[in-house]
């Protein structure tokens, strides 16, 4: 049984942002994929179960921290591993590392495993005996809790999904609830300060065509970023904003 699994990246222009440093929605793809296959040379990837249980994967909490944030060029190797099952949720932990194999952050999520016929989560403890127990191997980081709720400048608006937000399962990617975040706060912000941790919460899905209520609020250190639609939160959004380097 394969206890942790690692791949790495070259960073390349549609992995970066304006600024040519990695977008925090590029490390979640990246995490995603590097999930995926690791749970798929555990005998639990997707194909694998939907066949035998018509259930998928879906990123429920993920919690992301850069202590240097890589720019383009540069060779990134993501390593990941689970930790055991609480309840109805799957602990799977990141650290990434740079080409000197020094250690530049790290990542903290919980996964659930969710019905395709009801749209909602299912226990499958087949799943759970075919994941190493890994408490030998000690966790990068806390898990993720609820986004802090701050005070300071708010803003109100609206936004729709566009059909190149939604992944294979019909829904908006959680990668995408990053992307939310930084467009919510605009280039005037982010030219001066930028995201040190990204934290994104996944409440319910959100499906195409639905419209959803978004709330903004930025501090002087940080910024959340709520989205809502027919009177439910549909996920939440957070980080810690820091200045810019040149």
């Known amino acids: 049984m394969q206890k942790t699994y690692e791949e790495s990246l070259r960073l390349v222009t549609r992995d970066c942002d304006m600024f040519g440093r990695w977008r925090p929605s590029a490390a979640l793809e990246a995490m995603q994929e590097a999930a995926g ?54 602990p799977r932990y990141f650290v990434f590392y740079d080409e000197a194999r020094r250690r530049i952050g790290a990542a903290g999520t919980l996964w659930a495993l969710v019905d395709l016929s009801t749209r909602r989560p299912a226990s499958v403890p087949a799943v759970a005996e075919r ?61 001066e300060r930028t995201l040190t941790s990204v934290q994104v919460h996944f409440s319910s899905e959100i499906l195409p065509g639905e419209r959803l209520d978004m709330r903004l609020v930025t501090a002087a250190d ?5 989205g809502s639609s027919g009177g439910r939160v549909r996920f939440e959004a957070g980080g810690t904003l820091a200045p810019r380097e040149p």
């Open 131 to 191: 994941l190493p127990d890994n408490r030998d191997i000690p966790a990068p980081l806390e898990l993720p809790r609820a986004v802090p709720k701050l005070t300071g400048q708010e803003r109100l608006f609206t936004r729709e999904p566009a059909f190149t937000e939604l992944d294979v399962n019909g829904h908006v990617n959680n990668a995408r609830y990053a992307d939310y975040l930084l467009d919510a706060l605009g280039l005037p912000l982010l030219r």
């Open 37 to 90: 296959t690791h749970a798929a040379l555990l005998g639990v990837g997707r194909e694998e179960l939907i066949r035998a249980h018509n259930v998928v994967w879906v990123l429920s909490r993920a919690a992301l921290t850069l202590a240097r944030c890589p720019a383009i060029g540069e060779r990134v190797t993501v390593e990941t591993f689970p930790h055991p099952c609480l309840r109805f949720f799957y």
């Open 222 to 226: 940080g910024c959340y970023l709520c």
